[in-house]
């Protein structure tokens, strides 16, 4: 399929080698550099950045974080140091993270005003984000999921405060939770967030009765998937959720993008998700009429491999290159989804 130019139709991806310089070494963690190799081969391999225009975000003032976290948690991660520490067992801080959190700053200044000429904006960043709350640990987690700064909030709230109107989709395997924390009480930002079963998997967050309060209830909306859902599930919980931004009718769309659920990336997560799966979304996203973000955010494997090229491929309006044959989930599955489901349109019609 011809994609045309990356010019002529503002397709931009943003990424930069800084991003790398967040490592763990000497410890082995899943969290590491070896990520954006992943991602970037994946592209590589099923032609899909001769589609796009590469930038390379300068650097940038982290204390705009400040936008979305307290002082108190952006001064603390901003300290130097001068070896790996670790915020809690999950999450760890090195000397080359302030050049990291500088390189995503430079990202998030880019958004506001690039996004008039730019239709689709894919970043590849790190460290990951969506679990970072207003201090840090979000809504009760026992940790910060390998998360430092929540780059997909601040882009969110950035383009909120230059007059647009925001919507944000997260299908990451885990839930979203410092993202949803963070526009907790707001009802102007639409919150979608598609992941595995909250008892099954942590943060241990993201119930549908988990809504929001204030002006925010029923602006936060999360989708369960049983362990074990496949394709269909997923079709089917994306297709709620993209019925509920419609309804919003956003200007720009902010996604999360995780490919950990994909099937076998990982020995964290219980989903059976494929390549089709990832590549209808994109596509359906394409279809909405809004500016896309995309900020990739989990993905270990496979899933960074196969997964992301899909997706993006998708975004671009193109099938898949990759073609896995789609996942069915069980009986049993189905109506355990089904459950949690109801309880959404529970949420949604005020008797929840």
Known sequence: MKLGSPMEKGRILIYSNDFKKHDPQPFSHPENPGRLDKMMKGLREYSILQHLKLLK?????????????????????LAARKKVEWIDMDTYISPGTSDALKALSGTAHMIPEGIMRWDQIIILPRPPGHHAGVNGRALGAPTQGFCIFNLSALIAQLLSKKGYKVGMLDFDAHHGNGTQEIFYGRGDILHVDIHQDSSTIYPGTGFPCQSGVGEGKRTKININLPPGSGDDIFIN???????????????????????????????????????????????KLMGLGAKVVVIVEGGYGDGLLKGLPSFIFGLLGGEDPVNDSPNVSSEIVWKEYLARLKEVEEVLSGKL
């Open 237 to 283: 919980a994306s297709e709620r959720a993209l019925d509920l931004i419609r309804a919003h009718d956003p200007d720009v769309l902010v996604v999360d993008a995780g490919f950990d659920g994909y099937i076998n990336d990982n020995d964290m997560v219980s989903l059976m998700i494929t390549s089709s799966s990832f590549n209808i979304l994109g596509r």
């Open 57 to 77: 975000p300068s650097h940038g003032d982290p204390r705009m974080f400040q936008e979305v976290h307290s002082k108190e948690y952006v001064d603390y991660i």
